[in-house]
């Protein structure tokens, strides 16, 4: 099994928020979903889709007869072998559109005795779900941050006043990525 280290951008949301991850090749496309929802720290309660060039791989729905690609079908390396891509895309609940980027970088050898995936760096704090997508989140925050807003009460109510877009839960973060290695680790059989 080789591991490759992926770099995670959610796009148009500031402050920047990026995860850093290493995971291997044989990831499956669902469960790359759900590492990068363990990894921003969103609850998996929405749809998603990936995307390489016009491919795009989904959780099926039973009405599309000629739709997206399954996700559970696909590993990571069978996306990267077939379409050659560097960078995938990411759509996460189709109401606020969170578009994530994913871009490929090197490959390695698993370390002795790690499990992955793993995340290893992480800048900015998620938005939260169902907030409105990126415009909704930048309202979020003018809220909080103006006390004279007409929505910072509401806002706070929501939210709390102490949520702050700069302060990631790291730890909590790797933990739940590491949830999940520990979930689909090799078995191994008794001899």
């Known amino acids: ?17 990026t995860r850093t991850l290493m995971v291997p090749l044989d990831i499956r496309l669902d469960r790359l979903h759900l590492t990068i929802q363990a990894a921003m720290g969103w609850h998996n309660t929405h749809l998603y889709e990936f995307t390489a060039g016009s ?3 989904c959780v099926p729905h039973l009405s599309w007869s000629d739709g997206p690609l399954p996700a559970k079908k696909l590993t990571l390396l069978d996306v990267l072998e077939d379409t050659g891509a560097q960078t995938l895309h990411h759509l996460y609940d189709f109401g606020d559109c969170w578009e994530h980027r994913i871009r490929i970088g090197q490959m390695s050898d698993p370390e002795p005795g790690e499990f992955y995936p793993k995340l ?3 800048s900015g704090r998620c938005p939260p779900e169902d907030v409105g997508g990126f415009p909704g989140y930048e309202y979020l925050l003018e809220a909080l941050a103006d006390p004279a807003h007409p929505d910072h009460e ?3 109510e929501w939210h709390s006043d102490s949520f702050d877009p700069n302060a990631v839960p790291i730890g909590e973060l790797k933990l739940e ?15």
């Open 1 to 17: 099994m080789n591991i490759v280290r992926i770099k995670i951008t959610l796009e148009n949301v500031e402050p920047v928020v």
């Open 55 to 57: 491919t795009v791989w």
């Open 120 to 122: 290893i760096n992480a």
């Open 154 to 156: 509401e806002m706070i």
């Open 177 to 191: 990525v590491l949830k999940l290695a520990n979930k689909w680790k090799t078995r191994k059989t008794p001899k």
